[in-house]
């Protein structure tokens, strides 16, 4: 039986680096139908941290949604802008940054969760929906 495609589209930014950080998901079915959009306001922090904790945000939103026993049903498509981090994510690159190490293992041990699950670049336009709520989770902190 063929698994459902889910899309998560994930963007994280700081003003300042580091600076006011924050992380937002989209995620959508193939066909395009919202499933949730999420933002996380992080407080100071750098802008590679921010990259890692919007994919963190999308797997657990996604994990919520559907229930935990439900993700081997499921081929997901993480897609971000950040080359650094999808790079990482896919064994490309090591993570040499101390303070991405542990945001690195911590998205290890989520992801053991996710059988069905890969990490895809995409052009900062082609990511919109995640970059406008990562900017909410800042502006949300500036307030």
Known sequence: MPHQKIIAYTDGGARGNPGIAGSGAYITYADGHVIKEAHRSLGVKTNNFAEYEAVILALEEIKKFFGKEKLVEL??????????????????????????????????????????????????EDNKDADRLSNVAMNLQEK
Do not use: A, C
């Not at 498509?77 to 303070?99: I, N």
């Open 75 to 124: 081929d997901i498509e993480v897609r971000m802008d950040s080359e650094l981090v999808q790079r990482q994510l896919t064994g490309q690159y090591r993570v040499k940054d101390k303070g991405l190490q542990q945001q690195f293992i911590k998205l290890n041990n989520l992801k053991s969760e996710f059988p069905h699950v890969n990490f895809v670049h995409v052009r900062r």
